[in-house]
């Protein structure tokens, strides 16, 4: 006999699956990323990498959902297909000491947006990017081209703990970081989320700034800065 037959736990409605599992928005959107990243390569190969870092056809499809007027050429960009309604573009500047992770969502907006930008995140072990989260929370607005942008910023490592050694920008190779790199770079430092939601749509934009290996947090004016080549207010 099966055990169902036993009280009435079986009748009671389920709820239905999390689009998203809560862990990966509790380590920070790195986590994510690299999880997309992967699965991404193991199905799409050689192939996908060559689409995903065509600059002219990612500023093209991230046009459509933050207007740029010319690709900034101090930004690599790198894309990312859709993964259940969420699409994503990692922006990391020429000298690589910042990067952003721009996701565009279309479905549950506000319970990522809750995940983003509420204090709430645990702490998680992660396979070769150890532990991460996010610490040392602080929520607040900036200013941006008119708009009032709400924001969390926070560090991805523990208090009392160290990030990844600033390298050797020296001995750094040369040519454009792989996507592996930038992840697990990203994953280590200071971070902003902040929300760039679209006012005339019901869809969901938000930004990830991060300093890799930094302890200094991201501040107000770096995001200003590194928003102006786009369209995020009337005020440009």
Known sequence: MSEEGWGTDHLKPQKPPRSVPVWVWACGSGCLLAIVALAVVGFFGFRFAQRSTDPALQWARLREVLPV?????????????TVRGVRVWMLTTADQRMQGMLQYVTEDVEGLRRSLLEAEGAEQDVPVFGKIGMFAAEKGTA??????????????FPPGSEPEPEPDRAEEREGRPGILEEIRSAAHGTSMHVDLHPESTDH???LRLTKPRSREPVSEEELIEFLEPFHVGPER
């Open 69 to 81: 007027d010319e690709p900034p050429p101090q930004l690599h960009i790198v894309g990312l297909p």
């Open 204 to 206: 969901g934009l938000f």
């Open 143 to 156: 200013r941006v081209q008119g708009r009032e942008l709400p924001y969390l910023r926070f560090q991805t």
